[in-house]
């Protein structure tokens, strides 16, 4: 059956934001929690160089597309993304300073990421994986807007952050497959193997980052095994983290899919709202957080 696709909204690059990053953020600011904390760290560590690894992929066929309306819609994506790598670039700074070595993490993946994939796939592959990659953060944007007792008792500049950008990935999550489809002429095997490598790839390499940031905190090796335990419970148990995104993955692998047979999230409006009314993206993402306890 052929999903209708909703309209998506304008994709609208926000600059100069201040997240108070510089601030007294303390060390574990998700729940207290060792393991919930440094997931969502670990995360930001692949930010910087993975949104320039979508920007460069994405502008590989800039030269086939003459539709005004996606030229624009690319030069707007490439703006957001740098805006992520920017901003997350500075919360990583708060993790250099704690001992983590964010210089070896972007390092390796500067060389994963430009030194073999780039060098070893088609661009087409390469397009393929931004895309499922965009997919993925696109759902995980989702989950963790539209369920608030994941960031309840989160500082609220690092929930602030993951909120706008969680709202920002939802905005041009169809760019990438749109220049990948209607321009790249990929094959549905491309479309589907590059997701394969991202599914596999993306938690192993969270993982890893784990590891070296719970050995630079001094866990003993016991310590360390029960934070795991309790952590990929919380993360693969039914209703955690990831089960309740399975439809929204899977529906990557149907022939027909298109990100935008998926509307934004139903807090999108609100926030885009209490922004304005702010100015202040830390206020606009506390007052969604209250209201979505509230409502």
């Known amino acids: 059956m052929q999903h209708e696709q909703q309209t998506p909204p304008p994709i609208v690059p926000r600059e100069k934001l201040d997240f108070d990053l ?38 590989d066929f800039k030269d086939r597309i003459d539709d005004p309306k996606l030229l624009q819609e690319i030069k707007d994506f490439t703006r957001q993304e740098a805006q992520h790598s920017m901003l997350h670039t500075q919360y990583n700074n708060r993790l250099k300073a704690q001992g983590v ?3 070896a993490i972007l390092k390796g993946q500067e060389h994963r990421l430009f ?9 087409e592959f390469t397009l393929g994986i931004t895309t499922a990659s965009e997919h993925i953060t696109a759902i995980m944007a989702d989950c963790f807007v539209e369920r608030p007792a994941i960031f309840a008792n989160a500082d609220e500049r690092i ?23 209607d321009h790249a002429k990929a094959s549905y095997w491309t479309r589907i ?9 993306f938690p192993y ?17 016991w310590e360390r095994t029960k934070i795991w335990a309790k952590g990929l419970w919380w993360l693969y148990k039914p209703g955690g983290i990831f089960m309740p995104m399975m439809g ?4 990557y692998l149907k022939p027909s ?3 935008w047979q998926e509307p934004v999230v139903p807090s999108y409006e609100p926030w885009l709202k209490l922004l304005k009314e702010t100015g202040n993206p830390i206020e606009a993402g506390n007052r969604l957080a209250l209201s979505q306890q509230h409502g």
């Open 248 to 251: 929204k993955y899977f529906s």
């Open 205 to 221: 390499h969270v993982f890893r980052i784990m590891k070296h940031m719970f050995q630079v905190d001094g866990f003993s090796r």
């Open 115 to 123: 030194g073999i994939i780039r060098k070893v796939f088609s661009r």
């Open 22 to 59: 510089d601030g007294n953020i303390p060390k574990y600011w998700l729940d207290n929690d060792p393991f919930k904390t440094r997931f969502f760290d670990a995360l930001s560590t692949l930010f910087p160089v993975g949104e320039k690894f979508f920007i460069t992929c994405v502008r």
């Open 159 to 181: 929930r602030a952050l993951y909120v706008w950008h969680a709202m920002e990935e939802m905005e041009h999550k169809g760019v990438a497959y749109d220049v990948l489809v």
């Open 257 to 259: 899919f298109h990100p």
């Open 193 to 201: 193997s590059s997701m394969l490598l991202v599914t596999a790839l």
């Open 101 to 103: 070595d964010v210089d």
